[in-house]
């Protein structure tokens, strides 16, 4: 017998309610290094929420839940992309409550240097809250 497996799509206006956060570091930067990093404000974009879920009596369950998105920068106009997922084993659902997930990760270039730029997304699924971190280094700040 084949599995049963349910897929469940939400899109973009059932998940508005999404907040975004950011932390920088941000020290005594140039000018140059400052514009690019205020405001600390995020878009997100192109959001797609999968869950799929087996019959429940089914040997194996590989149930998964998986959240994928664009975010923009406000600050800075970085898009990159992020995939949040967990996963059910023996039926249990992975404690990932503080575990931050990489997103793509880019160059930033200002006056003509680029830096490297580290995004992470976190989530809380039972309150469907995502926080973000991206952080780079300007200058030697």
């Given at each position: 017998?084949l599995?049963?497996?349910?897929?469940?799509?939400?899109s973009?206006?059932?998940?508005?309610?999404?907040?975004?956060?950011s932390?920088?570091?941000?020290?005594?930067?140039s000018?140059?290094?400052?514009?690019?990093s205020?405001?600390?404000t995020f878009?997100?974009?192109?959001?797609?929420y999968?869950r799929v879920e087996t019959?429940?009596?089914?040997?194996?369950?590989?149930?998964?839940?998986?959240?994928?998105?664009?975010?923009t920068?406000?600050?800075n106009?970085?898009l990159t992309?992020?995939?949040?997922?967990n996963?059910?084993?023996?039926?249990q659902?992975?404690?990932?409550?503080?575990?931050?997930?990489d997103?793509?990760?880019?160059n930033l270039?200002?006056?003509g240097?680029?830096?490297?730029?580290?995004t992470?997304?976190h989530i809380i699924?039972?309150?469907?809250?995502?926080?973000?971190?991206?952080?780079?280094?300007?200058?030697g700040e």
């Amino acid at each position: 017998m084949l599995p049963y497996i349910n897929r469940l799509f939400i899109s973009l206006s059932v998940l508005s309610g999404i907040q975004a956060r950011s932390s920088l570091r941000r020290e005594q930067q140039s000018p140059s290094c400052t514009d690019i990093s205020t405001p600390t404000t995020f878009s997100l974009g192109d959001i797609s929420y999968v869950r799929v879920e087996t019959a429940p009596n089914f040997a194996i369950t590989p149930n998964s839940t998986q959240l994928v998105f664009e975010i923009t920068n406000n600050a800075n106009g970085v898009l990159t992309g992020c995939s949040l997922i967990n996963v059910q084993i023996d039926g249990q659902w992975g404690d990932d409550s503080n575990y931050w997930f990489d997103c793509m990760d880019k160059n930033l270039e200002v006056d003509g240097n680029e830096y490297p730029l580290q995004t992470n997304a976190h989530i809380i699924w039972e309150d469907w809250k995502v926080s973000v971190n991206q952080s780079w280094v300007c200058d030697g700040e």
